[in-house]
């Protein structure tokens, strides 16, 4: 296989419709910087808008995976991803979110779009967090196969600094080709489960 430089990978990113849910006034530099973390560092990844957490791409997503297991995070981070579905011209509605908390245990569901999903169920222990970002990334899936998307969210990492990215498979093909395969990259969430113990 042959290896692309830098502005090859950008064009083919282009067209595979990587930056078609970027902004038009972040465009040029969106691809610039996808250039240089190729070129310079042999990494996929957007750039961030200031000093936000937020990505120019409107792909890739920051998630703290202690934040989105706990009280409060599951709604602040499908709030977050709202925009991209909205760039689809999807819907992202949350509703009637319960948490049940026992001595040892929880089980935390929400509406989205009026189907009910569970955030986490049983009992705690050291993978709570994984579990939380396995299913939240399962539940925002879900949503977008029943609005007919080609797209899905691809795993990257979860911890403080976790991260995962919207790509269509033919995307995900190309980014699996041509950028290491390794823990800072998308991973098919089969692949995830099993490397991280879930």
Known sequence: MKKLNGKEIVSELERLDFFELTDVSELDETKTNFE??????NFFEGKLRGETLDFMDNRYYWVDCEELFEIGGLTEYLGQVQRTFKKLG?????????????QNGWKHTIELNGNKYIAFEGQFSGLDWGIAYVNFIEMLNSELRIQGSNEQFYPISCGNDGAF??????????????YPN????????????SINGL
């Open 36 to 41: 240089k973390s190729y070129t310079d560092l």
């Open 90 to 102: 999807l819907e992202l509605e949350f509703s009637n979110e319960k948490s049940e908390q026992e």
């Open 165 to 178: 990215v919207l790509l269509t498979v033919e995307l995900f093909d190309f980014v699996s080709r041509y």
């Open 182 to 193: 390794d823990n800072d990259h998308p991973k098919t969430m089969g692949a995830w489960k």
